[in-house]
């Protein structure tokens, strides 16, 4: 199965800009939606956006539109999530999921994690 690891996490000022990578080894044609979910201490994990390899179709949560991007490089087999303009309420353990599809419970369910990296907002 695919093994995914993701890096860039770290602390920033409000309006500040991080880039999380998700690196995947092992990735199949099962692994064709890649996306990024995040857990804030008291609250539950929620989707961020996703990816289609195979088209390069995205989808994100409305919080993140026009701040955030996912992209992927297929030579480095790494998805990355731009994050601009951050705010303190993203502040989370960020984690990376791969599915068949980019539907939320497939990713949710898929049982294929990274182990996630922090990511502090601070104002």
């Known amino acids: 199965q695919v093994q995914l690891v993701e890096s860039g996490g770290g602390l920033v000022q409000a309006g500040g800009s991080l880039r999380l990578s998700c690196a995947a080894s092992g990735r199949t044609f099962s692994d064709d939606g890649v996306g990024w979910f995040r857990q804030a201490p008291g609250k539950e994990r929620e989707f961020v956006a996703c990816?289609?390899?195979?088209?390069?179709?995205?989808y994100y949560r409305d919080s993140v539109k026009g701040r955030f991007t996912i992209s992927r490089d297929n030579a480095k087999n790494t998805v990355y999530l731009q994050m601009n303009s951050l705010k303190p309420e993203d502040t989370a353990v960020y984690y990376c999921?791969?599915?068949?599809?980019?539907?939320?419970?497939?990713?949710?369910?898929?049982?294929?994690w990274g182990r996630g990296t922090q990511v502090t907002v601070s104002s």
């Open positions: 999921a791969a599915s068949r599809t980019c539907s939320i419970v497939q990713l949710a369910t898929s049982g294929n």
């Open positions: 990816i289609r390899w195979s088209g390069g179709n995205t």
